[in-house]
């Protein structure tokens, strides 16, 4: 018995002895969320009780392992600890995520804080409370915040975003992601979005972001929603305002639920109501507004992987100034002349012809996946429809019956992957995908504008950015994209034949009715892109800034189909089939300083367009439904130039002084003559109080100044008065004035329960009630800009 239980010891220990304890373990600890080092994080491994800290590049080394099964526990200070069963056969090396501490990751989700989108352009951006405080306002008057960055107004309700002089197609707005589609070819044509849906916004003046498009000549505009935080709670938020002027208000409110898992689900609604607008001195008739949006939203948001699902519908109702639809050209002549609109009546909710009548949906799809070693994938598919009834002044059976009635409908897929190469190195790579469709509805009984069309767009873009050293950061970018458009239209014949089609796009003719001709045109453009910046950090708080984008933006269906009445525009509009993409060169140069005390940004920029498409006044012409000037789309080279400055001063605790300043200048390099349309030079001073120890009290006092544009060109048109049976110069070219307008707005937190707070806001814009008229509001030949204002505003948190 001995002999045998000596054998079975000998056997074991040999066994024992024999086993392989020579593995190592080699790691590296991350932060989930951005891969930046975690040093000093702690490492327990239980089986053996030993423990260590990871060194300045996050790394740890255990040495000295056999071939089990080990259980490693990881932490590190404001991180949720993580263990991980590690079975061993051989020596490994493994990358450890670790997740930033809930309280503190839902404070950086609930900001909404995000990286660049291009490492170096200047970023401008719109934060929550910002938003907040303008509820009542549309995206184009709160983007007029920014330096650089103006607006082209029908009226005071139709604001169009204008980015460095250039606006419509040349500006894309991104709506949490996906580009908005709503026939923004029109100079009327407001973007349809409600900013109380949104929770930030960030604007990039160029198309160096090539990652969202190409032909983002102006520039881009991204608006995000807010992110869900990963925990058990439910909160919300309303705001009420009130306005004097318009006699209305704005009261928006939603309520989100999320859980711990990671599932949450968000519904907001707003309903704006205003009735006619006032100028100093009289009633602006037919300028009200009733706009109504609702958004759904529900998915999960994980630190790996995260889908969302949601849907938004917006409605918009607005009237066209009563007094900018004339009769003959006697009218026209005495509208441009006069003090005061032709017509005015007494103020009403009631939206009469001419208005527009806009509805537009979004279902979206989108979702993203992070992969150990590729990077993050994300994918985007959303269905947009866009409705657009516009209304003239029609009698008789018809007075109902809009004048323009289009159906626009577009799929967009988008995939991107943000791979990082290295410590130091970033690429990202994407392909776009979209189909869309318009139908422009013939039941109208009034030739249509738009005629319809399918379009095919895709594109494909890289984005290499590599930081050098501390101090320098390279960014690459290139991108192409392609159009195919197939359109059905309906020509005049003598239109076709003037403008020499008949010999030029003979090919194309499908059918001959009378005096029409029923054309096919198939068109295709390619369209590349690109980018190369440089970013260089020096003395601590300087930065330096440049880039360069190359930018190409195929001609838009209005641009290209135009033949008859804008009627919301009340303008005929006449377009070029043989117009080529605009190509653009911009060159933009940035220094910034931030400090404690002093912060500003200057920014030169020069921007060469080839083959620019611009759209101009040639004469007013008498239709059977009124008097009506008529602007016609041309192609030629332009240069634009100028410098935005913005400037901080903090005077003391409470106290600080603001300044921006905006200067550009439109030159026709072909015509050797100013461009139309071109923002006047402008500046804004601002004082501002906050102590925060006083209800967080805000006071600001902000002064604008808007030179006269002395630089136009001369687009004046005589027209025969049968009236008195003379030639009279119509007068569409002279700017107005400069004007100076003062503005206040104030704002006290009242704490009412542990987590409700309830914000009161208080100002007032155009403090002296001052008449003026800006260059670029398009009605500014009929009437006075808007009078002073009062409004209150009230935000509820819960």
């Known amino acids: 018995m001995r002999v045998f239980i000596l054998l079975f010891l000998l056997i074991s220990s040999n066994f024992i002895i024999s086993q392989n304890c020579n593995n190592t373990i080699t790691g590296k600890v991350l932060d989930l969320h951005d891969n930046t080092i975690l040093v000093d994080a702690r490492i327990v491994v239980l089986e053996i009780n030993k423990q260590l800290l990871t060194n300045e590049s996050g790394g740890f080394t255990i040495s000295g392992l056999c071939n089990q099964t080990y259980t490693i526990e990881i932490s590190h200070a404001f991180c949720l600890p993580k263990t991980y ?47 907040e405080k303008s509820s009542s306002k549309s995206l184009g008057d709160v983007l007029n915040s920014i330096s650089g960055i103006s607006s082209l107004n029908t009226g005071n309700t139709i604001v169009k975003p204008v980015i460095n002089g250039l606006h419509s197609s040349r500006v894309v707005i991104l709506n949490d992601g996906i580009r908005l589609e709503d026939q923004d070819w029109g100079a009327e044509h407001a973007p349809n979005l409600d900013i109380n849906a949104i929770d930030n916004i960030t604007v990039i003046k160029g198309a ?25 709670s439910i909160y919300g938020k309303t705001i009420v305002t009130a306005a004097s002027n318009g006699r209305g208000g704005t009261t928006t409110t939603q309520l989100t639920k999320t859980y711990k898992s990671g599932w949450y689900g968000n519904i907001q609604g707003t309903i704006k109501r205003f009735g006619d607008f006032n100028a100093p001195d009289y009633n602006l008739s037919n300028t009200g507004v009733y706009e109504r949006s609702l958004s759904v939203r529900g998915g999960i948001n994980r630190f790996r992987s995260g889908l969302e699902a949601s849907y938004s519908l917006y409605k918009m109702e607005t009237g ?48 993203f996946k992070k992969f150990e070693k590729l990077g993050k ?38 995939l991107d ?87 030029t796009f003979q090919d194309i003719v499908v059918e001959e009715f009378g005096n029409q001709i029923l054309v096919n045109p198939k068109l295709n453009f390619y369209n590349p892109s690109a980018t190369a910046g440089i970013s260089y950090n020096f003395k601590e708080d300087f930065k330096l800034l440049f880039n360069y984008s190359l930018a190409s933006r ?44 002093i912060r500003f940004t200057i920014n030169p920029y020069i921007n060469l367009i080839s083959d620019f498409i611009v759209i101009e006044p040639i004469e007013v012409q008498q239709t059977i439904r009124g008097n ?38 439109g030159k026709d390099i072909t015509k050797k003559d100013a461009l139309i349309n071109i923002p006047a030079a402008s500046t804004r001073n601002a004082i501002a109080y906050t102590n925060k120890k006083l209800n967080n009290l805000n006071l600001r006092l902000q ?96």
């Open 628 to 665: 009506f000037q008529v602007w016609e789309y041309r192609q030629t080279n332009a240069r634009l130039m100028g410098v935005d400055i913005d400037g901080e001063i903090k005077l003391n605790d409470y106290f600080k002084y603001n300044h921006q300043f905006s200067i550009i200048k």
């Open 554 to 597: 195929a001609p838009n269906p209005s641009e290209l189909f135009s033949e008859g009445l804008h009627h919301s525009a009340s303008r005929i509009e006449l377009g070029g089939l043989e117009f080529k993409s605009e190509t653009a060169h911009k060159f933009s140069f940035t220094l910034q300083h931030d400090s404690d005390r």
């Open 703 to 798: 002064s604008e100044y808007v030179f006269r544009q002395n630089e136009f060109p001369d687009n004046n048109f005589e027209v025969f008065v049968p009236e008195t049976e003379t030639l009279e110069i119509v007068d569409v070219s002279t700017p107005p004035d400069a004007y100076h307008l003062l503005g206040f707005n104030s704002s006290i937190d009242y704490k009412l329960s542990k987590k409700s707070i309830l914000t009161i806001g208080f100002g007032v814009s155009n403090i002296f009630n001052t008449n003026y008229r800006n260059y670029l509001n398009r009605l500014r030949y009929y009437a006075n800009d808007l009078g002073r204002d009062y409004s209150i505003n009230l935000k509820i948190n819960y």
């Open 208 to 232: 160096s972001a090539l990652q969202y498009s190409g032909n983002a000549i102006g520039g881009i505009v991204i608006t995000e929603t807010a992110k869900a935080p990963v925990k058990d």
């Open 320 to 367: 066209i100034l009563r007094a900018s639809h004339l009769g003959g050209a006697q009218d026209q002549i005495r509208a441009i002349n006069n003090l005061e609109p032709l017509f005015v009546d007494d103020f009403t909710y009631n939206i009469n012809s001419p208005k527009q009548d806009v509805e537009h949906h979004i279902l979206k799809l989108k979702g």
């Open 377 to 414: 994938l994300d994918f985007k598919y959303s269905f947009q429809q866009n409705n657009r009834l516009e209304f003239d002044i029609r009698r008789g059976d018809d007075r109902d019956k809009p004048s323009l009635d289009l159906k626009l409908n577009t799929h967009t897929l988008l």
């Open 85 to 131: 069963k590690i079975e061993l056969i051989s020596s490994i090396e493994k990358v450890f995520l670790l997740e930033h501490h809930l309280e503190e990751l839902n404070e950086i989700i609930l900001e909404g804080k995000t990286n660049n989108d291009s490492e170096t352009s200047l970023e401008n951006k719109i934060t929550k409370e910002e938003l």
């Open 417 to 503: 992957l943000d791979s990082k190469l290295s410590e130091t190195a970033n690429l990202k790579l994407g392909l776009t995908g979209q189909y869309q469709t318009n139908f422009a509805d013939p039941s109208t009984g009034v030739r249509r504008l738009i005629p319809d069309y399918s379009e095919y767009n895709t594109g494909l873009y890289a984005i290499l950015e590599k930081q050098i050293n501390n101090q320098f950061i390279f960014e690459l970018g290139a991108r192409l994209d392609y159009t195919y458009l197939d359109a059905l239209k309906f020509y005049r014949t003598s239109f076709w034949e003037d403008r020499g089609y008949d010999s």
